[in-house]
């Protein structure tokens, strides 16, 4: 197995998860710690993928995508809809600190720095980018389709790493 190592710049919100030193960093928690329970997620579910749950919960609310795949997904024109339907949402959840003790940060821009591939940042243009397109109404509509209330004041700049094979 590979092991690699990434830095991430994300605006957004960091909202901690079960592999965070931290716990989870939202409102929506139960009396352990854990995530409370949510309409659109089953945690207990053998093959449950926050990402996934995320991701899915978004297409269906701000995208309008509630589609199942099906095995002739291809044929049907399937994937054109989902793509529109992404396009339309801009949010994301991107994952932090390691595969195997997984933390989520909610994100309208992320930029990756892979090991041995560094990254220049043009602030002004991210700073444009982010006035432009109001990102911070983009993230209070997707915490409002999740559900979820984080700990942290505003919608920031955040700096994490990610690695997997650890």
Same mark, same amino acid.
């Given at each position: 197995?590979?092991?690699?190592?990434?830095?991430?710049?994300?605006?957004?919100? $960091?909202?901690?998860?079960?592999?965070?030193?931290?716990?989870?960093?939202?409102?929506?928690?139960?009396?352990?710690?854990?995530?409370?329970?949510?309409?659109?997620? $089953?945690?207990?579910?053998?093959?449950? $993928?926050?990402?996934?749950?995320?991701?899915?919960?978004?297409?269906?609310?701000?995208?309008?995508?509630?589609?199942?795949?099906?095995?002739?997904?291809?044929?049907?024109?399937?994937?054109?809809?989902?793509?529109?339907?992404?396009?339309?949402?801009?949010?994301?959840?991107?994952?932090?600190?390691?595969?195997?003790?997984?933390?989520?940060?909610?994100?309208?821009?992320?930029?990756?720095?892979?090991?041995?591939?560094?990254?220049? #940042?043009?602030?002004?243009?991210?700073?444009?980018?982010?006035?432009?397109?109001?990102?911070?109404?983009?993230?209070?509509?997707?915490?409002?389709?999740?559900?979820?209330?984080?700990?942290?004041?505003?919608?920031?700049? #955040?700096?994490?790493?990610?690695?997997?094979?650890?």
């Amino acid at each position: 197995m590979g092991r690699s190592t990434n830095a991430l710049l994300v605006y957004g919100y $960091d909202l901690g998860g079960d592999g965070d030193g931290d716990g989870w960093k939202v409102q929506e928690t139960d009396e352990y710690g854990g995530l409370a329970e949510l309409d659109w997620f $089953d945690e207990e579910h053998p093959e449950a $993928d926050f990402c996934d749950a995320v991701e899915r919960r978004l297409l269906a609310v701000l995208g309008g995508f509630t589609e199942e795949w099906t095995e002739d997904a291809r044929n049907t024109g399937y994937y054109d809809r989902e793509k529109a339907a992404k396009a339309r949402v801009h949010v994301k959840v991107e994952t932090h600190c390691s595969d195997g003790a997984p933390s989520y940060l909610l994100a309208v821009n992320v930029t990756t720095a892979r090991r041995g591939d560094p990254v220049v #940042i043009d602030v002004d243009d991210l700073t444009r980018s982010r006035l432009a397109a109001d990102w911070d109404d983009l993230l209070a509509e997707a915490l409002q389709a999740l559900g979820l209330t984080p700990l942290q004041a505003a919608p920031a700049w #955040i700096l994490a790493s990610y690695a997997d094979g650890f």
